[in-house]
């Protein structure tokens, strides 16, 4: 599964960096780094929240 | 017959909303009311995420508190949270910086030693008034600090908060004008402060972000202070207020919480779903939307009811309207949805975290001894005072 970034739409408080710190780091200018472009082994479950816990709807998962 | 509620008033918010809530989800999701001029109450929880989620048709600039009658127009110098997109996202992508994940986290050990300072002052045993005398120091005093507002000011920085926001004991004699001219005059002052000498606080943050090469101007500082203060203070307090009765009301979700502190930021969660402390926010339609057969035309308010959302049985299921704090997934909308969602939530979040595990490593045992007195708010309808007495863990084996 890939991850999609829409950055027009992100606003940088990082929700998703609380539910899966190993795929997203918001940085230090307020930008979200998405650290792996494809969900890494395991890590569904978070990122799946991360996602889902995105208040500005700027995330989406792709087969 | 369309049910009639009236969701104008205060007592509707501070009786139990949940049947009336549970109706209108069933046969009238988008309901017209005309009190007040008139506006759209939203229960579903898909049709909040789809409002919520669509600022070009449903806009804030008219304000976000549900209409009052008198006639509404933007705000020509807007705050965060009345600002449309575009100007929105470069404001907010700004104001960010100071509220991530990191900056937040960061955080703990003060907000813990605030926490602890505050509760140092309850005795086992002895009766206290929890609400006003315990729970509300605690945001504010967050607030302060974050502001980089010295420790000696924070009693008086709290004094012209609650006042200006409405809050304050009727006794105080301090009209909320009055309160909110000083705060500005104080703000100035620590911006004037930090003009001369950065600080790592949220001031020197702000005063330094840039976005597209903008930076927010000193209007909108000023504007943004006033809004930490307005939209941090009374929700948290309200949410361990309000969360801490309904573990009295569950007495064995309190004692899971007490024998395993892991299970309490999935128990925030449930209290802030079921509690929905802000319970709603309004937006403005800019063109005739159809929603559900009904017509919402060009310039009505649409009120998104967060708590009827947060029990829709579509999303949580049967159990809906039961407090259950290993309820899980919790998707809940207590913070709002789309861009406009809470910027304060991971701060929210810690702080109800922290009060709770404190809490509860003194005292495992919390009841109430008088009458739980409610504020009169349609919008953040929480806890004025009440009195509670705290058992310790080990005051009956004699250890303390
Ligand atoms: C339990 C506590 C809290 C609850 C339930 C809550 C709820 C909300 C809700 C529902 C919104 C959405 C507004 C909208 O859609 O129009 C919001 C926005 C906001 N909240 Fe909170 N809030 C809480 C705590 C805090 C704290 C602690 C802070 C700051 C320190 C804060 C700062 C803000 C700000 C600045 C906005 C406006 C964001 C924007 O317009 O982009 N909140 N909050
Ligand atoms: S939660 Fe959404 S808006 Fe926030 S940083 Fe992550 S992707 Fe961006």
């Known amino acids: ?63 | 017959m369309e049910p009639n509620y009236p969701l104008h008033l205060p007592d509707f918010y501070i009786g139990d909303p949940g049947p009336a809530y549970r109706d209108l989800r069933h046969n009238s999701p988008v309901h017209w009311t005309s009190a007040n001029g008139g506006f759209w109450g939203i229960t579903r929880y898909a049709d909040v995420k789809f409002i919520g989620s669509r600022p070009h048709l449903f806009s804030s600039a008219n304000g976000v508190l549900m209409p009052d009658g008198k006639p509404r127009t933007a705000d020509p110098r807007p705050m965060l949270i009345t600002t449309d997109p575009p100007r929105h996202k470069a404001m907010r992508t700004l104001i960010s910086k100071g509220f991530t994940p990191k900056h937040i986290n960061a955080m703990e050990p003060e907000v813990r030693e605030i926490v602890r300072g505050v509760l140092d002052s309850a005795e086992p045993g002895i009766e206290v008034e929890y609400a006003e005398g315990l729970v509300a120091k605690v945001p504010v005093r967050i607030i302060a600090d974050l502001l980089g507002a010295p420790a000696e000011d924070w009693e008086q920085f709290r004094a012209w908060s609650d006042a200006s926001v409405g809050s304050a004991d009727p006794g105080v004699e301090l009209s909320s004008q009055e309160a909110f001219g000083a705060l500005t005059t104080y703000f100035r002052r620590l911006i004037a402060l930090r003009e001369q000498h950065r600080t790592n606080d949220l001031i020197s943050l702000l005063m330094d972000a840039e976005v597209d090469g903008e930076s927010l101007s000193h209007d909108e500082l000023m504007a943004f202070l006033h809004l930490l203060l307005v939209a941090g203070n009374e929700t948290t307090r309200n949410l361990i207020a309000l969360g801490t009765i309904a573990l009295i009301n569950h007495p064995e979700q309190l004692r899971m919480l007490v024998d395993d502190p892991s299970l309490i930021p999935a128990a925030i969660e449930e209290m802030l779903r079921h509690i929905s402390p802000v319970t709603h926010m309004t937006r403005w339609a800019t063109e005739d939307v159809e929603l559900r057969g009904k017509t919402i035309r060009k310039g009505q308010a649409v009120v998104l009811l967060y708590g009827a959302a947060n029990r829709d049985e579509d999303v949580f299921g049967e159990t809906a309207e039961q407090f259950d704090i290993t309820r899980r997934p919790n998707p809940h909308l207590a913070f709002g949805t789309g861009e406009h969602a809470c910027l304060g939530l991971s701060l929210a979040r810690l702080e109800a975290r922290v009060f709770f595990e404190e809490l509860l490593a003194r005292f495992d045992r919390i009841e109430l001894t008088g009458e739980v007195l409610r504020m009169r708010s349609t919008m953040v309808p929480g806890v004025r005072t009440m009195h509670v007495r705290l058992g310790a863990a080990d005051d009956r084996a004699g250890v303390r």
């Not at chain 1, 990082?14 to 969900?39: K, Y």
């Not at chain 1, 890494?40 to 709807?57: F, I, K, N, S, W």
């Open chain 1, 1 to 63: 599964m890939r991850i999609v970034l829409d950055r027009a739409r992100c606003t940088g408080i990082g929700i998703c960096e609380s539910f899966a710190p190993t795929v997203f780091e918001v940085d230090d200018n307020g930008e979200l780094v998405v650290l792996s472009a494809e969900v890494p082994e395991g890590a569904l479950d978070e990122v799946t929240a991360a996602v889902e816990g995105c208040p500005a709807l700027a995330l989406r998962l792709e087969p």
